[in-house]
Each structure stands twice: as structure tokens, then as C-alpha cells.
């Protein structure tokens, strides 16, 4: 800026030495508007100002006025004080209006006089991240299945419904099992007859699901599914506790079936409801390429890749404890402890907050807990019934 008032200052007494306004013009290379714009100006402030004229709009619109200003603030501060209601930018111009304001102000608005004043909400911490370590992970077909239960969702003039969904992690190969209620023995069943189609995995990762888990007043009891699981070799993992993003494809899967199954038709009763279902099954796996498999369609990713499929009849008469693992993936709470079926059990005051696998060991009766791939503590884990062999 310094350097263009030199310039203005040297054709301002250039021109007032009565050199012509051509030769400045020609010299300077600047118009002759610029020119006796600047003589102008400079004649009017006495040849002493040259500085440049603010470019500011001289009645902005984006102005806030002190009182409406004021009277934002005053509502805010006025529902921080109320005990159930909300205080952002919408319920505050709802206020304002029932106090019968005159001019009314719009959200942006309302959510620009927050932030002047300081007085927005602050922003809620993100959740922990998921350890790299305790990922689903997979490397071939049957390596690792999530799977959920969808429900209760209502059929009109017919009832609830449920529906067990399942998805490979490794080839996103899905299948879907409605059902009329959710019981271990449902379940299980259910769980059966997938994997007569998809194979029996090596890792099922659950929710904490009670028909899976199996009792609240008996904890080492173990459900019907993971006794099936233990005899054919399937480690259950059990997620945290409310945090449904660990088990993220299953999820993701559970969203594609609400909104291109559930939400697209209406179903007569459940007869109905199991028909469409297995088109959408198919569908979904025959018919619907996904970029994340190198736009194959899941059973076309599949193709060629051992599978392990269940027969019924190496199955046991009876559904005992076998030898084997249940893992539980667990955040440590601030007294140091985890939470295994509702058993409290001491690890470490020192990790609280972190994440930790706990494993039961059913052979040795061990429950050992593993924080970065190290054992931090161990817990006898008596069962309350004898564990049976495979062999």
C-alpha cells in the first residue's frame, strides 16, 4: 500500500508542477480516471492524504442488532435453567416467536449470536478408537461371520417378527433367517441351518444378546448356540457391552436390509415375509456386485474357497460343554475390572478405559485376559458341569 501512495503522491505533484496529464499517465502506467480521481481527493485534504478509502459495505446487513442479541442470550441462558428442555438454535427462535419478538430471526442467525457469545454446546468426545489388534479380521471364506438378531418389527394385522442375519466378513456372503421370537433355542436352530448352506466358521462374532449368551442367574451355564459352537470348533467372540460398531459389517448389512427389503414392501404374514426373504438373500448375494470385493458379487468372491459345511448328523445327541474357547472383547471400568456374563473379575486398575480380550478356556477352566497380545491376569473359571471331549 506504501508504495501505491508514493505513486499517487508523485502524480499529485507532478501534475501541480504543470506537467500534462499524458505524460503522467504514459509514465506512471495508470489511467486518467486514476489520475484526476487522486488530484481530486488530494485538493480536498489539502495534498496530505493519499491513503486508500475503506471498501467495507457502509450499512451491513449481517449486523447484529444489541437487542435481539441480548434477548437470544437471555432465552439460552433461560432453557440452560429448565431441566428438560433443549437450548439450540431452533428452540430458541421457537421462544422467541411465543414472547411475541417482532423480527424474526432465523437459525443461522440465532447460531451466529451463539458463537459470538462463546455459549455454543461443546462437541462430545468422540468414541475410542477400535485397537487394530482386536479388529474382525479375515483372510478366506469362513474365516469370520458377525451375525444379529433385527427385531421386534411388526406385520399389520399379523404381529412381531424377527430376523437372524448373518454375514461372512471375509466374502460379505449373507444370510438372512426370519423367525417368530428370539429364544436360545430359536436361535440356535436357525444358526444350524445357515451353516448347512454357508459353512461353519472358524470366529462368530456377537452382540451380548442374551438368547446368545445364555443365562443372567446361571452365567456358566452357556446357551445352546455356544455349546454348539465349542463342539464345532467356533470361537464365539462376544463384542463390548453397547457398542454395536465393533460388529461394523453386520451392521452395515442390517442397514442395506432395512432400507431395500423392510421399507420396500409390505408383507401379509410370515409365510410371506420368509419368501421374500430368501429373494433378497439371493439377490444380495448373487446379483449385487460391491466395489469391496473388486465389483464381484459375494457368491462369485466366494467361488473356489473351501468350505466347511455343517452336517446334522455328526451333530451330538447331547448339547454339552466341549472343549474350546469364549472370548469376550471388554473395556476395563475405572475400578479396574471387566464384566464376563455379568461376573465381575479384577485386571488392572492402571488399564482402566482400555480394551482387553478375556478368554475362556473350557479344557483348563482358565479365564485369561490379554491386553497387547500379553497376558495381564488370569482367573480359575470352575464350570458348573463336566467338559466333555470331541473325540
Known amino acids: 500500500m506504501e508504495g501505491w501512495q508514493d505513486k499517487r503522491r508523485e502524480a499529485f505533484d507532478r501534475y501541480m508542477a504543470g506537467e500534462s496529464p499524458k505524460a503522467i499517465c504514459d ?42 442479541y441480548g434477548c437470544t442470550l437471555r432465552v439460552r441462558r433461560e432453557l440452560e435453567e429448565s431441566q428438560y428442555l433443549s437450548v439450540g438454535a431452533p428452540y430458541i427462535v421457537w421462544e422467541l416467536e411465543k414472547m411475541g419478538c417482532t423480527s ?41 461371520q458377525q451375525a444379529d438378531v433385527v427385531g421386534p418389527r411388526y406385520i399389520k394385522e399379523f404381529g412381531a417378527v424377527y430376523s437372524l442375519n448373518l454375514i461372512d466378513v471375509f466374502a460379505r456372503v449373507a444370510a438372512i433367517r426370519p423367525c417368530l ?4 433355542e430359536t436361535l440356535s436352530k436357525l444358526f444350524l441351518s445357515i451353516w ?17 449368551r445364555g443365562s443372567n442367574r446361571y452365567p456358566r451355564s452357556f446357551s445352546k448356540l455356544i455349546r454348539f459352537c465349542l463342539f464345532l470348533g467356533t470361537e464365539v467372540i462376544f463384542i463390548p457391552i453397547a457398542e454395536p460398531w465393533w460388529n ?15 421399507q420396500r414392501q409390505r408383507f401379509l404374514d410370515f409365510s410371506h415375509l420368509s419368501e421374500c426373504a430368501k429373494g433378497f438373500e439371493a439377490s444380495f ?107
Open 181 to 184: 421370537g428370539k429364544n436360545s
Open 285 to 391: 448375494n448373487g446379483d449385487k456386485p460391491q466395489r469391496v470385493l473388486g465389483y464381484k458379487t459375494p457368491l462369485e468372491f466366494a467361488q473356489g474357497q473351501k468350505q466347511r459345511l455343517l452336517s446334522r448328523k455328526d451333530l451330538p445327541d447331547i448339547c454339552g460343554i466341549y472343549n474350546g474357547k469364549i472370548s469376550l472383547i471388554r473395556r476395563i471400568d475405572p475400578m479396574g475390572s471387566i464384566d464376563v456374563f455379568g461376573e465381575k473379575f479384577h485386571v488392572d486398575v492402571s488399564l482402566a478405559t482400555e480394551y482387553v480380550k478375556a478368554t475362556i478356556d473350557t479344557e483348563k477352566q482358565l479365564l485369561g485376559i490379554v491386553y497387547d497380545d500379553e497376558v495381564v491376569k488370569e482367573h480359575i473359571y470352575q464350570l458348573n458341569e463336566p467338559v466333555l471331549s470331541k473325540e
Open 196 to 212: 448347512e448352506k454357508v459353512g461353519v466358521p472358524k470366529m462368530l462374532w456377537l452382540d451380548n444378546e442374551l438368547s446368545f
Open 104 to 144: 424474526r430471526l432465523s437459525i443461522s442467525t440465532v447460531e451466529r449470536h451463539l458463537r459470538t457469545a462463546k455459549v455454543t454446546l461443546k462437541k462430545q468426545p468422540r468414541r475410542k478408537k477400535v485397537p487394530e489388534k482386536l479388529k474382525a479380521t479375515a483372510t478366506c471364506h469362513n474365516d469370520c
Open 248 to 262: 461394523c459389517y453386520i451392521e452395515s448389512f442390517n442397514s442395506t436390509f432395512d432400507r431395500h427389503f423392510w
Open 27 to 68: 509514465e506512471l502506467g495508470v489511467s486518467r480516471s486514476w489520475l484526476f480521481k487522486w488530484i481530486q481527493r488530494s485538493k480536498e485534504s489539502g495534498g496530505s492524504d493519499f491513503a486508500s478509502l475503506s471498501r467495507a459495505p457502509k450499512n451491513p446487513r449481517r449486523t447484529t442488532c444489541p437487542f435481539l
